[in-house]
């Protein structure tokens, strides 16, 4: 007799429950203007802070290995780089350009190596001198076949191992980079730096 | 008077115990069968036409339609969308369901089949395919191959029959190939998924009598034979095939084309009586129904500039339909004693309800009442992805170089004109036909 009223009363108090959770849905949101460089994880992916790190670290890790010296004590100049292609080899969709840019970034702030513009980016500077060849008065139209080759490139990839169990899930991210030396082939540094996360899901709601 | 009470929110609560999806379906293939994507959009645009508790559907059919609509980005935006709501209801639903134990499904939001929550993953990799967005594309297969591994280390003894998706494994090593043409490390990635997509198709073989694609079998001996594996590739008890070498192929462009045929089968519902010592009680449980489609198969026809004309078979590379009748029974096999425990505990209320009224009459007057009520609350949940295709076929051609007309033989000699592409050496171009509606 108790359980039954206990199951009538429960089912009554699901359904209010029910009513209350629609009526909480439309609540109005809030918005706080946040620092760039707040750490915030919101879904565990990788996202803004991990694709900044690890450009820093790795490329701080790069530049202080012996390649650099060696390069500079060679051609006393310091070696031009160019960043190639950062694969995504993970389980999501992870936008490679930003942490292209970030490892960008992290090499010309260094100022210990100079820097040349992308494949994509040349393009657009080609067209642009091929446009002032035309339009341009000579003293001011920049010249075609001036422009430096980079010594050496870096390239890699991003990889994730999962492993979860029921809500829980352990996310392992490995980038790994390579500075290849353009003219001999030669790998002048390979890099690699690992993030492990947990997450615990509790969150519902599309 | 309290007793009153009781009844009448238990009454309250059953009536209210959920309702499906309020989308017009028919109307929504009348609209794309005419080919009138805007009115087809339209059926599926409004999240609220389906419910709160239908919200993954709504996610899912506006990636169906947008899809077929050409319209592949904002596909992916709401697979993408569907994929993370899916797999948030999923891990909620391995904890308690009181709602549902109770009462029936539809009282908890649709999380979909697994199968479905698979597809999600394999529609996106073929619309970022179509994009030529290769990078994307295996981001979306790796996740299909993850999440089912991971629904079948849950299911321990009781596992799926459904743990590989062939087709997934095939397209996916089709990628790589694409990706990085002619690359050892392409060829080599491409290898391992062939290699997983010939075990799942032989499983697939035995499971639902799709016999392994002829066209895979070639691919998967080309890579193989580039990739020095040729041994341990012919071990499989397969017809022997020939195969064009991969140097034969290396400066050949290659059309893909996948093909979604047929409707996704529907659910309907199973009811049976279970004898209990407090009399029968009722049992509902969902059932896939197939839909056979008339018109099966296509051919690929590329038409050079010079009037070459070259013709490739589509043949089936996954069976939805198949899939979706032996996931569904691999289901019930897993919840059959859950419903049988909902059942019980609903009798036991429905007893105990009737026993506080006064007479006897009253109390026979509310069994009868009661039961009859939950004779209709007792609703299998016969939510599902009903955008789906039932089934995908396949080709690939190798051709050289240059410009094509393309179009899709179907049968009763109906053609479908898929344009104009261009494909350069070793370059691929995903080509994608829907005759589903």
Known sequence: MRKTRGAVLLLAGLLLAGFFLVGLAGCGKTVKRVETSDVIDLS??????????????????????????????????????????????????INTQTFVKDLERSLLNS???????????????????????????????????????????????????????????????QVNLELVNLETNRKAWIGEKQ????????RLGP | MRRRGYALSLVLVLLLAGCGSGVDYKKLASRMSAGDCAAATRCVQKAEEYGRNQQLLHLMDAAAVNMYCGRYAESNDFLHLADQYAEDLWTKSLTAETAAFLLNDYTIPYSGEDFERALINMLSAVNYAVLSNYEDALVECRRL??????????????????????????????????????????????????HKAMDAFKDYQSQYGTPVPQVFLEDYLRVAEATGRLDEALESPEAPVTWASQESVREMGRLVLIHLNGRAPVKEQDKVLVPTPRGPITLAFPRFVVWPSACRGSALVARSAAGREFRAETELVEDINAIALRNLEDRRGRVVLKTL?????????????????????????????????????ERADTRSWRTLPGEIFFTRMFVPPGSYALRAELCEGRSRDLGTVRVGPGETRFLLLDTIF
């Open chain 2, 145 to 194: 191959n993850n999440k089912l591994e991971f629904y079948n280390s849950k299911y321990e003894d009781k596992k799926n029959a459904y743990k590989e998706d062939a087709f997934g494994r095939y397209l996916s090593g089709t990628i790589y190939e694409a990706e990085d043409p002619g690359s050892l490390e392409g060829l080599d990635n491409a290898f391992i998924d062939y």
């Open chain 1, 111 to 173: 100022g210990r190596v100079d820097f040349v513009a992308s494949r994509i980016e040349r393009e657009e500077i080609r067209e642009e001198r091929k446009d002032q060849a035309v339009y341009s008065s000579e003293e001011t139209a920049k010249e075609h076949g001036r422009e430096i080759g980079a010594d050496f490139m870096l390239q890699g990839s991003i990889n994730t191992i999962e492993d979860r169990e029921g809500g829980k899930m352990v996310r392992f991210y």
């Open chain 1, 44 to 93: 565990g992916r990788w996202n803004d802070t991990d694709s900044r790190l690890v450009a820093e670290e790795m490329v701080q890790d790069a530049l202080s290995r012996p390649w650099l010296e060696d390069f500079r004590d060679a051609r006393g100049a310091r070696p031009v780089v160019i960043v190639g292609t950062v694969r995504n080899r993970s389980t999501e969709h």
């Open chain 2, 341 to 377: 425990a909902r059942a019980a505990a609903k009798q036991a209320a429905i007893e105990g309800i009737s026993r506080q009224m006064g007479s006897r009459e009253a109390q026979a007057a509310a069994r009868l009442g009661l039961n009859l009520l939950n004779l209709v609350v």
């Open chain 1, 195 to 202: 993030i492990k996360k947990f997450i615990s899901r509790s």
